[in-house]
C-alpha cells in the first residue's frame, strides 16, 4: 500500500504537525541531556538527533510527495543548506514525482483545449516517454505530420503546492540553519509557481530559441496552438539523456565538445542574456552523436540582475588572487553582508570555499576526468560555509546559480570531459 | 414513426434540461411544472405526458446524465485498453464532467433524495441501475481478461462502487478548490485502494471473515437454543402440555 497517498489538507497538516511535534521532542530530550554529557558524547548525541530528525522529515515528506517532494528536491540540491544527513536522506526521494494514468492525461488536455487528446493531434501516446517537473511527457504528431513532444501536468497541482510550501515551511523552522532554508523555500516558491504555468514556460523557450545564438545548442520550437497553463507542445527533439549518451561510448574529443557547450551556455547566460536555465537536473538537456546539445525544459529560469552579472567575474578573480578586501567588496555590491563578529570566519570558512571556487581557473583546460572528486570535495566545504552564521545575507541569485554549476559540474565528472573554463572570466 | 420517436426523444431531453434551469435558479420547492413547461417551449399538458411528477423529472436527469456518460465513455477509441482501474476512475470523472454544467442541480438532487431516503432510494433506483450495469461491465471484462482475480460477491461490488461514487459527488458539491482539484485528488487517490481492494478480492474476504464469525458464534448461539428447547425437563413439561395434562 505505498502507493496511498494521504488526501487533503487536513491530514496532510496531522502528518507534519506529528513529525514537527516529534522533531522538537528529540530536540528537548537533547538539551536536557547535553549538560551531563561529555564534549565527545556531545557531539555523537548532536549527530543522533540529526539522523533521527533525518528520517522523520523524510518520513514526512515521502508522505506528502507530489509538490512537496519537488520541492525537497530543490532544497536538497541545496546542498550547502542543509546538513549532510538531512540531504542524504532528500536524496532518496529523487525521481519519484506520482505518474498520471490515462483518465488523468485526458482530463488535463480536455480541461485545457475542451478536446481529448485524439481530437487534437493526429497520433497521441498514452503512454509517457519522459518525466517532467510536476508532470510528464507523451509523444505525439501534429495533424501535418510534425513529431511533437506535449509536456503535461498534474491536474489540480497548482492548488497543492501552496498548501505543501505552507508545510514544509513549517519544517524548516526545525533545521538549525532555519533563516537561511525559510529564504530559499520563498525563491524556491516563487520558481515552483513559475514551473506550474506552462504559458510562462513557453514564453522562456521561445525567447531562449531566440537569444541563445551558439553553435552546437539548439532549443526546441514551442506550437502555441497547442499549448495552454498545463499543456505544453514542443518540437520533439531526438538525441539521448546523458547516461544512455554516455553508455554508446562517445569519444574524448565528443564528450569535451558537449561538456565546453554547456559551459559556454551557462557563461553566455549569465553574462550576455543575464537569465540563467537553472535547473541543472541532468534530464534537462539532451545530447546528440555529434556532440550538440539541446536544452529542455525551460520551467525554472532565473532571471539575474546587471550588479551580479557585472559583479560575478570580480568575485570569481578576487577569489584566485586570494584578496580578502576584493571578495568583501564584490559581496557588498551584491548585497550580502558580512557579519564581523567572527573574525576567524575568513580564514577558516570562506577561504577554503574561494580556493575551492577557484580552482578550475588555475588551469587553462580543466580536466573533470582527473579531478572526479571536484563537487564531492565541495561538500563539507560549503556546508561549513552555510552553517556558520558569516554572512547575514546571501544574494538569492546565487543560490540559482551555485546550484547549475554544481549540477553542471557533477555532469561534467560523469562525462569525464575537460573543460575551458579559466578562458571565460579572466 | 421512426422521426416521431426521435421527435419524442428530443422533447424529452428539452425539458429535462428546462426543468435544471429552472430548479437551479428556483430551488426544487418553488418551481413549478408550468414554468419548467414554458421554458421548454411545450404545452402545459404535453409535459406531463413525459413526466408526470416533479420527482420525475429530477431522476429522469438523473438517468439522462447516465445515459451521456454511457455515451462518452463509447467515444474513447481505446477505452478497452485501459485498467479496470483506469476504466473505473474514467467513469468517475466523466459522470462529474458531464454534471458539471448541472452541478447546483445535482445539489438538489442531493438535498431531496438525503431528506427521503426512502423515496430518494426508489426513484433514484433506473439510475443506479444504469450506472451499475457499467461498473459490471468492466468488472466482468477484467474478470474475463485476467486482469484481477475473479470476484466472490461480485454483484456486490458494482452496489458499492455507487457508494463511492455518491460519496465522491458528495465530496465535489463541497469543494471549493480552483478547478475542483482536491476533488481530482482525492479520486486519483482512492481509486489506487480501489484498484488494491479489487487485486486482493478483499471484499470477499472481509465477508468470508464475517460470515465464519457469524457461523462460529451466532449460530452456536442457536445451539445452546437448540439444547434449551430440547433440555429434557422442558421437553417433559412440552409433553406433558400436547399430551393435556
Known amino acids: ?426 | 414513426m421512426k422521426i416521431n420517436a426521435q421527435d419524442q426523444q428530443l422533447t424529452r431531453v428539452r425539458i429535462l434540461e428546462a426543468a435544471v434551469d429552472v430548479i437551479t435558479i428556483k430551488g426544487f420547492k418553488s418551481a413549478t411544472m408550468r414554468e419548467i413547461a414554458k421554458q421548454a417551449q411545450v404545452g402545459d399538458a404535453t409535459i406531463y405526458n413525459y413526466f408526470p411528477t416533479k420527482e420525475k423529472l429530477l431522476y429522469g436527469y438523473c438517468e439522462y446524465v447516465q445515459q451521456q456518460v454511457m455515451l462518452e465513455l463509447k467515444e474513447i477509441s481505446d477505452f478497452h485498453e485501459y485498467s479496470v482501474q483506469e476504466q473505473l476512475q474514467q467513469l468517475v470523472e466523466t459522470n462529474l464532467r458531464v454534471w458539471l454544467p448541472a452541478r447546483e442541480f445535482l445539489q438538489q438532487v442531493f438535498e431531496i433524495s438525503f431528506a427521503e431516503p426512502v423515496a430518494g432510494f426508489t426513484n433514484i433506483a433506473e439510475t443506479k441501475r444504469l450506472f451499475t450495469a457499467m461498473v459490471v461491465d468492466m468488472l466482468d471484462a477484467a474478470v474475463e481478461a485476467g486482469e484481477i482475480p475473479d470476484q466472490p460477491y461480485r454483484e456486490l461490488l458494482p452496489r458499492l462502487f455507487w457508494d463511492y461514487m455518491t460519496g465522491i459527488m458528495a465530496y465535489w458539491l463541497k469543494d471549493t478548490s480552483e478547478g475542483f482539484a482536491n476533488t481530482t485528488q482525492v479520486i486519483d487517490r482512492s481509486m489506487e485502494l480501489v484498484a488494491n481492494i479489487l487485486q486482493q478480492g478483499m471484499v470477499g474476504k472481509l465477508l468470508d471473515l464475517a460470515s465464519f464469525l457469524f457461523r462460529t458464534h451466532i449460530m452456536s448461539h442457536m445451539d445452546s437454543l437448540k439444547n434449551l428447547y430440547q433440555a429434557p425437563d422442558l421437553a417433559a413439561a412440552k409433553r406433558r402440555f400436547m399430551e393435556g395434562k
Open chain 1, 1 to 426: 500500500m505505498q502507493d496511498t497517498i494521504p488526501e487533503g489538507k487536513w491530514q496532510r497538516a496531522g502528518i507534519v504537525g506529528s513529525t514537527a511535534l516529534k522533531v522538537g521532542l528529540r530536540e528537548v530530550q537533547h538539551k536536557v541531556k547535553r549538560p551531563f554529557l561529555s564534549a565527545q558524547r556531545q557531539q555523537a548525541a548532536k549527530q543522533e538527533v540529526d539522523d533521527h530528525n533525518a528520517r522523520q522529515l523524510f518520513a514526512a515528506l515521502t508522505q506528502l510527495r507530489g509538490t512537496a517532494l519537488k520541492a525537497a528536491q530543490m532544497l536538497s540540491m541545496e546542498v550547502e543548506l542543509l546538513p549532510e544527513r538531512y540531504r542524504r536522506e532528500l536524496e532518496k526521494s529523487f525521481h519519484q514525482v506520482p505518474p498520471l494514468n490515462r483518465v488523468l492525461v485526458r482530463k488535463a488536455v480536455q480541461a485545457q483545449f475542451g478536446k481529448p487528446p485524439e481530437h487534437l493531434f493526429a497520433t497521441f501516446d498514452s503512454q509517457a516517454f519522459a518525466a517532467a517537473s510536476l508532470g510528464q511527457v507523451h509523444a505525439a504528431t501534429l495533424p501535418d505530420g510534425t513529431p511533437v513532444a506535449v509536456k503535461i501536468q498534474y491536474p489540480g497541482i497548482h492548488v497543492a503546492m501552496d498548501n505543501d510550501i505552507q508545510l514544509l515551511r513549517k519544517l524548516a523552522r526545525r533545521l538549525p540553519n532555519a533563516e537561511i532554508a525559510l529564504q530559499s523555500l520563498q525563491e524556491i516558491q516563487a520558481r515552483l509557481r513559475e514551473e506550474v504555468d506552462y504559458l510562462h514556460e513557453a514564453h522562456t523557450t521561445e525567447w531562449f530559441r531566440g537569444q541563445l545564438a551558439l553553435t552546437g545548442v539548439s532549443v526546441p520550437q514551442v506550437y502555441a496552438e497547442w499549448s495552454g497553463e498545463r499543456v505544453l507542445t514542443t518540437q520533439f527533439m531526438h538525441g539521448k539523456h546523458l547516461d544512455d549518451w554516455l553508455a554508446t561510448n562517445p569519444g574524448q574529443a565528443l564528450r569535451d565538445k558537449a561538456a565546453q557547450q554547456l559551459y559556454d551556455t551557462l557563461v553566455y547566460s549569465t553574462r550576455t542574456l543575464k537569465r540563467l536555465h537553472a535547473d541543472p537536473n541532468p534530464g534537462n538537456y539532451l545530447f546528440h552523436d555529434d556532440g550538440s546539445v539541446s536544452l529542455i525544459d525551460f520551467g525554472c529560469v532565473k532571471q539575474l540582475s546587471g550588479t551580479f552579472a557585472a559583479t560575478l567575474p570580480r568575485l570569481l578573480q578576487a577569489f584566485l588572487a586570494d584578496d580578502y578586501d576584493a571578495i568583501m567588496r564584490a559581496y557588498r555590491a551584491l548585497g550580502m553582508e558580512h557579519n564581523q563578529a567572527n573574525p576567524t570566519w575568513y580564514q577558516d570558512v570562506l577561504r577554503p570555499f574561494a580556493e575551492w571556487a577557484a580552482r578550475p581557473l588555475r588551469e587553462e583546460h580543466f580536466d573533470f576526468g582527473k579531478h572526479s572528486d571536484y563537487t564531492s570535495t565541495a561538500r563539507e566545504i560549503i556546508q561549513r560555509l552555510a552553517g556558520t552564521s558569516g554572512l547575514n545575507k546571501v544574494a538569492d541569485e546565487f543560490i540559482f546559480f551555485d546550484r547549475t554549476i554544481y549540477g553542471l559540474c557533477k555532469m561534467f565528472e560523469r562525462m569525464g570531459a575537460t573543460v575551458s573554463i579559466r578562458q571565460h572570466w579572466l
